[in-house]
Nanobody
Framework: QVQLVESGGGLVQAGGSLRLSCAAS????????LGWFRQAPGKEREFLAA????????YYADSVKGRFTISRDNAKNTVYLQMNSLKPEDTAVYYC?????????????????WGQGTQVTVSS
């Protein structure tokens, strides 16, 4: 059992920055990879970034590469998503997720635990 709680969402102007946090608890030793997703109104959930918990290697969707950065603090059991140069189209509910299975490629991870989501609104 892994529990995930997102925080740090809010209202920000276009061009601004925001940092989201995801606090993990429970059986965190079983979390091989952590990921960030978002879902905008009327759209499917979209993958953004992933990180290996122990090694720290990362993988990004092309749509956010260069603007978003995923990182983790092992001592705090927390994963972060730093978002820069935000655009109105970034407005969505942002979710963190965990995988308890090992996948050789971060691009093919299937996630089995999800947080409740945090709202990010980018104004024009």
């Amino acid at each position: 059992q892994v529990q995930l709680v997102e925080s740090g969402g809010g209202l920000v102007q276009a061009g601004g920055s925001l940092r989201l946090s995801c606090a993990a608890s429970g059986r965190t030793f079983s979390s091989y990879a952590l990921g960030w997703f978002r879902q905008a109104p009327g759209k499917e959930r979209e993958f953004l970034a992933a990180i290996r918990w122990n090694v720290g290697s990362t993988y990004y969707a092309d749509s956010v590469k260069g603007r978003f950065t995923i990182s983790r603090d092992n001592a705090k059991n927390t994963v972060y998503l730093q978002m820069n140069s935000l655009k109105p189209e970034d407005t969505a509910v942002y979710y963190c997720a965990a995988s308890t299975s090992y996948y050789p490629s971060l691009a093919r991870v299937k996630y089995d635990y999800w947080g409740q989501g945090t709202q990010v609104t980018v104004s024009s």
